[in-house]
């Protein structure tokens, strides 16, 4: 992983988590995110409109980090660069899929959740993974633990954070940022609730802001 993107990840603190259905809702949200001054977003590779959307805000956003989650299969890791990402993100550890990207000059971050794949995303000179589910395997205190023996890994936790306990991740060394669904959800996108996914990026930064 470009150390350029670990840095801003680790200013940033939160991503954006993203399911979109209209391709074309990418550009005002992009908007939203860069006035709000959260320049990331994960796209997930969850509906047909993924490539779409992140090819829109790459041309109308270039300084935004963008990112494809959900990210299965070697094809799919293509179809993202493409697109513009920046990276991919998987849900789990796919050895066929991490090693392509690997061989490609494609940057990856797996998802784990035990500390066997952790060894094996080690072997492959991996140390940014993502922590997924993170509350479903055991949240906050499962990650100390795992994370205990791996000074050198670090963590991006996402799934079934929210603004209640994504202080409690950020908390743990280790923790560059998380990711958010709650931030963008695929309901206030359809609804183009621009408001609502505006105030939860300020709260977001008044959060961030009374912790530092």
């Known amino acids: 992983m ?9 200013v940033l603190k939160v991503i954006p988590v993203i399911q979109i259905n209209r391709a074309e809702d990418a550009i005002w949200l992009g908007e939203i995110l860069t006035q709000n001054q959260l320049p990331i977003a994960e796209i997930t590779f969850r509906t047909p409109a993924a490539a779409k959307a992140i ?3 790459r041309e109308h956003f270039p300084e935004l ?10 094809q799919q890791a293509d179809i993202a ?3 513009g990402a920046s990276f991919v993100i998987s849900p789990g550890y796919n050895p066929k899929t991490v090693d392509y990207c690997l061989h490609n000059g494609i940057d990856i971050v797996p998802g784990i959740n035990n500390p066997s794949q952790i060894e094996v995303a080690l072997e492959r000179g991996l140390t940014l993974l993502k922590f997924f589910p993170a509350e479903a395997s055991g949240g906050v ?3 100390k633990a795992m994370a205990a023996p791996y000074s050198q890994v670090q963590f991006m936790p996402t799934g079934g954070i929210s603004l209640n306990n994504v202080s409690d991740y950020l908390a743990i060394g280790q923790v560059i940022a998380c990711g958010g669904s709650w931030i963008a959800t695929t309901e206030a996108i359809d609804n183009q609730d621009k408001q609502t996914i505006a105030r939860n990026i300020q709260n977001i930064h008044s959060l961030l802001k009374n912790k530092g």
Do not use: H, N, W, Y
């Not at 470009?2 to 680790?10: N, P, Y």
């Not at 980090?65 to 070697?74: D, E, K, N, P, S």
């Open 2 to 10: 470009r150390q350029s993107i670990v840095d801003t990840l680790s």
């Open 55 to 57: 090819k829109l805000m």
């Open 65 to 74: 980090i963008l990112c494809a989650g959900t990210v299965l299969t070697a």
């Open 81 to 83: 660069k493409e697109a």
């Open 141 to 143: 205190k499962m990650l």
